[in-house]
T-cell receptor, first 111, second 113 residues
Framework: GESVGLHLPTLSVQEGDNSIINCAYS??????FIWYKQESGKGPQFIID?????DKRQGQRVTVLLNKTVKHLSLQIAATQPGDSAVYFC??????????FGTGTRLKVLA | DTEVTQTPKHLVMGMTNKKSLKCEQH?????MYWYKQKAKKPPELMFV???????INESVPSRFSPECPNSSLLNLHLHALQPEDSALYLC????????????FGEGSRLTVL
C-alpha cells in the first residue's frame, strides 16, 4: 500500500508485483519529463523520459504515462524486484536548463 | 567515459573555512549543474552553466560561488557556510541542445560544524 507522512511517501509492494509511482507536476507549459531512481548514498540515475507530445513511453520493464490534462505522470515497474528498492523522483523541464524535481516516493520491495 | 566524477565524496568544514567541491565530465556535455539535496528531500537546483557561462542562479547565497573553468570542469567554492548548509551536493551534466536528461555524479556529502 501507499502511505504519505511527514517525510517521503512510501510504496510497499510484494516482489513480482507491478508498482505504480505517481507524480503531479507544477507547470502546464513543461514539455519534457524524466524519472530518476536514487539509491541510498548515490546520485539520481536516469530511468526513462517522455516529451509532452507523447502520452506513453515504454522501456525495459518500465512504462511512463503522461496525462497533460491533469498534469500527472506515472511510472509503472513490471515484476518488481528487490533491486528496485529506492527513492523515485520525477523531474520536469520548466525552461531551458531548469529541471525541477518532485517530492519523491520511496519504493520498498517485500520478499 | 560516461560518468560525472565528484570530489571529495565527504567534506567536513568549520564555518570559517574555505573549501571547494569539484566536478568533472568527459562526455562532451556543454551544460553543467549544481543541485543541493537535504535528507529525504528532492534535489534543489542551485546553478547552471551552459557553454561555460552562468545561465541560471536560483538566488543562492553568495557564500556559494560557482566556477566553470572549462567545458569539462565545474567547481563550487564554499566560504563562511552555516550548519544548515550541510547536505549532499550533486553535480550533473547534459547536452546543451534541447531538453535532455541530466547525468548525475554520486555527490559530495558536506557537513558544516
Amino acid at each position: 500500500g501507499e502511505s504519505v507522512g511527514l517525510h517521503l511517501p512510501t510504496l510497499s509492494v510484494q516482489e513480482g508485483d507491478n508498482s505504480i509511482i505517481n507524480c503531479a507536476y507544477s507547470n502546464s507549459a513543461s514539455d519534457y519529463f524524466i524519472w530518476y531512481k536514487q539509491e541510498s548514498g548515490k546520485g539520481p540515475q536516469f530511468i526513462i523520459d517522455i516529451r509532452s507530445n507523447m502520452d506513453k513511453r515504454q522501456g525495459q520493464r518500465v512504462t511512463v504515462l503522461l496525462n497533460k490534462t491533469v498534469k500527472h505522470l506515472s511510472l509503472q515497474i513490471a515484476a518488481t524486484q528487490p533491486g528496485d528498492s529506492a527513492v523515485y523522483f520525477c523531474a520536469e523541464n520548466l525552461i531551458t536548463y531548469k529541471y525541477i524535481f518532485g517530492t519523491g516516493t520511496r519504493l520498498k520491495v517485500l520478499a | 567515459d560516461t560518468e560525472v566524477t565528484q570530489t571529495p565524496k565527504h567534506l567536513v568544514m568549520g564555518m570559517t573555512n574555505k573549501k571547494s567541491l569539484k566536478c568533472e565530465q568527459h562526455m562532451g556535455h556543454r551544460a553543467m549543474y549544481w543541485y543541493k539535496q537535504k535528507a529525504k528531500k528532492p534535489p534543489e537546483l542551485m546553478f547552471v552553466y551552459s557553454y561555460e557561462k552562468l545561465s541560471i542562479n536560483e538566488s543562492v547565497p553568495s557564500r556559494f560561488s560557482p566556477e566553470c573553468p572549462n567545458s569539462s570542469l565545474l567547481n563550487l567554492h564554499l566560504h563562511a557556510l552555516q550548519p544548515e548548509d550541510s547536505a549532499l551536493y550533486l553535480c550533473a551534466s547534459s547536452q546543451a541542445i534541447g531538453p535532455e536528461w541530466l547525468f548525475f555524479g554520486e555527490g559530495s556529502r558536506l557537513t558544516v560544524l
